[in-house]
């Protein structure tokens, strides 16, 4: 998997991140959870549809401007999620090229209002405009897609994960966490992954946004 990541992004192995996030998902019912009456495993937690690297209150990313990076790759730690209704991952499969294609619409109509060469990033990386989940519908409905149809083209999927299994996923794949419905915690180790001239994370690159694939340079 590491090679094949350093062949699409063109990244030696030296520059693949060494640093992980560890996410759990407890059981509903846990006192760090949901109580299980409020739990269902077969729809989207309100508000939790995201793209990574959008500023809040509490990630720590910069005022006015998206983190993006390339890829997400996540590990499975334990079986939890080999099930639905294990606190699985959900992924909207191919809203990663729907979003740059609402992105590039985003960016024409509000180009035509104002001289902001980049606002999709601009609004996005807003901290005062509202939550990820609610950004990203400001920007569909905009350009004339509405949350329901937006499920209705991308009808959300649980990744279903063994120990040791690996999900990939395009940063602008939009995401999310189904509750957890069974006994134990689903654990998961995520990576992001960077392009090359951008390993120190202290840059974004607001073209890929629109460009889903512009620093893939192994689709090239």
């Keep these: 998997a590491a090679a094949f990541l350093c062949e699409l992004l063109g990244l030696r192995q030296d520059q693949l991140p060494t640093t992980a996030q560890l996410a759990a998902k407890y059981p509903c019912g846990d006192p760090l959870n949901l109580s299980p009456e409020m739990c269902d495993p077969t729809t989207i937690p309100r508000g939790d549809e995201h793209i990574d690297g959008m500023p809040t209150t509490t990630n720590g990313v910069p005022n006015g401007r998206v983190l993006n990076f390339a890829l997400l790759v996540g590990f499975a730690l334990d079986d939890t999620g080999a099930r639905p209704g294990g606190g699985n991952l ?131």
């Design 90 to 220: 959900g992924v909207l499969p191919g809203s990663h090229f729907a979003l740059a294609q609402a992105f590039r619409a985003y960016t024409a109509s509000v180009q035509r209002e104002s001289k902001n060469e980049d606002p999709v990033n601009a609004f996005l990386g807003e901290k005062t405009n509202g939550s990820p989940s609610e950004r990203l519908r400001a920007v569909l409905k905009r350009t004339g897609t509405s949350w329901k149809q937006f499920l209705e083209a991308h009808p959300p999927q649980p990744v279903l994960l063994r120990t040791g299994d690996a999900v990939i996923a395009h940063f602008q794949t939009v995401h999310f966490v189904y509750h957890n419905t069974s006994l134990t915690s689903r654990k998961m180790l995520y990576f992001r992954i960077m392009p090359p001239n951008r390993i120190d994370w202290k840059n974004n690159n607001p073209k890929a946004l629109v460009e889903p694939f512009a620093e893939f340079v192994g689709m090239s």
